[in-house]
């Protein structure tokens, strides 16, 4: 070949053209150097300028082992086939041989692996850094084979996005200190775990074998068994309480039971099945209640006393049960108790008043407190009744010392005043007075206005038989002293006095023709004497007289309480001695105590029928 080469065939093996291209065992016109229509073997081959492989379907680059008999490694290209377009890199292991690196026609690389474990891809000096995946999963495996770190890098800035070393990952920073360390440097920190619309739960874990969990996340439209639909969440998902801290200090904690704690690490008073809220200061504890930054109410201890307050204007603090209102505070003291609506009391600023609904109230004015029911007091300084009512209206008032209930009893209507009856009076002395307010110094007053009806009625039904104490009165130590007392209606008359000692006596002396007929016992009860045979049974002939009269022994005698009153009669001792014990009253220790006299009238009797029949037998005898 001269310096000035024109184009033509070496037997039809080998073509060339003016520019030193060429071709062989191909029948292209040579564009390259070197067109080869088949495989190029040799133990070495130097291209200075482009290698063109033409085939009717695949174009191969074999590599031979020493023998140049089997094929260790390939490159191919495919052109008509399914596969056309794609570079395929094959390797030779254990006699099977497998594409290891496929390079499609747009560009995308892909590494194959097979039976044999193979597709490893490493980087870096000494195979530091690889990438392979495993034999079993097929999770693609990222390590550093050294001591260094594995680095993503910015691919604008160059900077360390990402850093992998030690167990540890980096974000931001090239020393993690946890197994997760997220830095940001000169601007806003933000962390996002996204998920698209169509998915529902979004969870992030924190945990601990045999330990605490921490768990985070949204429920979008399901719930797991604990959390509702719909809702983001952070805390634990075990046995374990859930802390807040600040300063490095335990600000808050949610117990696994769901109570909760501000400023202390432990709930007191735990109620089984009750949530609790613990408020925990030093000294005090303040808990506010703020909208837009301005406190309007709080709850505040300050060690001895528990304040409730509403520092709103004109506000109201109210207890509510079963989502209704029971209870309000208003602005200006007022207290209502069901309903919460108000009305009208006294135009006085200075009444604190109580509503508790139906016509029910209670207030204050300057010096005295009312009680009222069904009535009010109207704008023109009028007691009406609220509303239409079948059992009247009353007020109960402490004004002056004076505790007094009056009323009205009977229908009314509302918007209507009534006059009121006084039913009870206790006033400032302690005298106590009942359907009557006019009482002078009786500890107790009573008036009775309905006809057929005790002032005062004693009951002790259901008491045990000898036990019952009706009326007790205890006043008075002598005969100038009245216990109990009976009087007119005026008051102008005594009927019946009993005094101090005992004694009892009518001071109206009212008098009588009549026999006594009244006994009193020594035990002190009061019979009446009666001779009716229906009262009598048993009856019998008398027959002692003349010989046992002749045996009495009749004495003067003056009373130990008597003073010098001189009285006549007998011995009741001398008289049970006689045998006379029908004429006899015992005291309850057995002892003769008292005679009955009038009965003595039978033994009196027969003795003197028994003295006439002496007379009448000395009368025959001298006849």
Do not use: C
């Amino acid at each position: 070949m001269g310096a000035t080469r024109n184009t033509g065939y070496l037997e039809n093996l080998i073509q060339y053209d003016a520019s030193d291209n060429v071709a062989i065992a191909t029948s292209v016109n040579p564009s390259y150097k070197v067109t080869l229509g088949g495989s190029l073997l040799g133990t070495s081959a130097v291209f200075s300028g482009n290698l063109s492989l033409q085939g009717a379907v695949t174009r191969n680059i074999n590599f031979y082992d020493s023998s140049n008999t089997n094929i260790n490694a390939q490159i191919q290209y495919d052109q008509i086939s399914s596969n056309s377009g794609q570079l395929f890199f094959g390797t030779n292991n254990a006699g099977t041989f497998a594409t290891r690196l496929t390079i499609s026609n747009t560009g995308k690389a892909t590494f194959s692996n097979d039976i044999q474990g193979g597709g490893d891809l490493y980087f870096s000096k000494a195979t530091r850094t690889t990438i392979y995946p495993t034999t079993t999963n097929q999770n693609l495996h990222i390590k550093s084979n050294g001591t260094g770190t594995l680095q993503f890098n910015d691919d604008v800035t160059g900077n360390i996005a990402m850093v992998v070393g030690g167990g540890n990952v980096g974000i931001g920073t090239t020393s993690p200190s946890g197994k997760l360390d997220v830095y940001a440097s000169g601007t806003d920190l933000q962390t996002y775990f996204s998920q698209a619309s169509s998915g529902n739960n979004n969870f992030t874990r924190w945990t601990r074998a045999s330990g605490p969990t921490l768990i985070a996340g949204v429920v979008r439209s399901t719930n797991d068994g604990n959390q509702k639909a719909n809702t983001a969440f952070i805390g634990t998902s075990n046995a374990y309480d859930f802390l807040l801290y600040s300063g490095d200090l335990e600000r808050m904690r949610i117990t696994s039971g769901g109570n909760i704690a501000i400023g202390n690490t432990t709930v007191n008073n735990v109620v089984a099945n009750r949530t609790i809220l613990e408020l925990n200061g030093t000294s005090t504890a303040l808990f506010n209640l703020s909208i837009g930054g301005s406190r309007l109410g709080y709850l505040y201890h300050n060690g001895t006393n528990v304040e409730v307050g509403n520092e709103a204007s004109g506000g109201a603090i109210e207890f509510n049960t079963a989502g209704s209102n029971r209870m309000r505070i208003r602005s200006g003291g007022e207290v209502s108790f069901i309903p919460t609506t108000w009305t009208y009391v006294n135009p006085s600023t200075s009444y604190r008043n109580m509503d508790f609904g139906a016509g029910g109230w209670l207030y204050r004015d300057n010096s005295d407190v009312y009680l009222t029911s069904n009535n009010y007091y109207n704008t023109s300084g009028q007691w009406v009744a609220k509303y239409s009512y079948n059992q009247g209206v009353g007020i109960l008032s402490l004004a002056g010392g004076n505790f007094t209930w009056n009323s009205y009893d009977g229908n009314v209507t509302a918007g209507t005043g009534y006059s009121l009856s006084p039913r009870f009076l206790i006033t400032s002395g302690g005298n106590v007075g009942i359907g009557t307010t006019s009482i002078s110094n009786e500890k107790l007053t009573i008036n009775q206005t309905t006809g057929n009806f005790s002032a005062l009625l004693v009951n002790t039904t259901g008491v045990t038989a000898g036990q019952s104490y009706g009326l007790t009165i205890q006043a008075g130590t002598n005969s100038s002293d009245r216990s109990f007392g009976v009087y007119n209606q005026g008051g102008t008359t005594e009927y019946f006095k009993v005094s101090g000692d005992g004694s009892i006596a009518n001071p109206s002396h009212p008098t009588t023709a009549n026999a006594a007929n009244v006994h009193m016992t020594v035990a002190g009860t009061f019979f009446r004497n009666t001779s009716s045979l229906k009262y009598k049974n048993t009856v019998t002939d008398y027959n002692k007289g003349l010989n046992i009269v002749n045996q009495l022994r009749p004495v003067y005698y003056k009373g130990n309480n008597d003073g010098d009153k001189i009285f006549a009669g007998l011995i009741a001792e001398e008289v049970h001695d006689l045998g006379l014990t029908e004429f006899v009253q015992y005291a309850e220790d057995g002892s003769p105590d008292a005679l009955a006299y009038q009965n003595m009238v039978a033994l009196l009797t027969k003795a003197i029928q028994e003295q006439q029949a002496q007379i009448e037998e000395l009368k025959s005898k001298l006849a």
